[in-house]
């Protein structure tokens, strides 16, 4: 008996969605960082957006931990379901606070020196990388659950989860620690 449900969209063409979705972003995102200062518009609301942020990924970090616990403690798929699209939509917030941040406010370097550099490069880089790679295993993961394709989704979920979990915790440890660097703007 098949028990997967009818989906929107063809296996392909989601394929090729993800594959469209995941080279765009971080191609956005690449381009904003060396938009020259005179092609960016006034906008000086923009400046609050890295605090606002680093809430919403405080509140994606929460949302991703209730979403495992009601999962795995309490069996409660409809929970579950609930808090990981709350995820999924911060995170969508999350990120196109972040593209008008970045298309608003010039790149600011990080101000601090020697050792602490060093810890916070290391923590934003491995935040950037892994934030591209989780795109489209999130895309996947979501994509699996809602086709009814749920050993897939578990499958995925075990790799795609820690990762969520990382990017939206890092992004705050970068705030916190690029923090008084925006303050010197």
Known sequence: MNTEKKVWISDKSFFWLVVGISMAIPAVVTL????????RPT?????????????INTLVSITLILG???????KDKG????????SFVLSTVFLVSYVIYHFS????PYCQTGTIKIIYLLILFTHIVLAAVVLPLVLYT???????????????AKITFPM??????????????????????
């Open 32 to 39: 904003l960082r060396f938009l020259p200062d005179e092609w």
């Open 105 to 108: 406010v010039p790149h600011v």
């Open 142 to 156: 979501i994509y699996f659950s809602t086709s009814g394709q749920i050993v897939k989704h578990r499958k995925w």
């Open 79 to 86: 929970l579950h379901q609930k808090f990981m699209l709350a």
């Open 43 to 55: 906008a000086e609301f923009a400046r609050g957006l890295p605090k606002l942020n680093a809430i």
């Open 68 to 74: 495992f616990w009601a999962i795995k403690s309490k």
């Open 164 to 185: 969520w979990l990382y990017v939206s915790v890092t992004g705050v440890v970068v705030y916190l620690m690029l923090a008084p660097c925006l303050d010197q703007l």
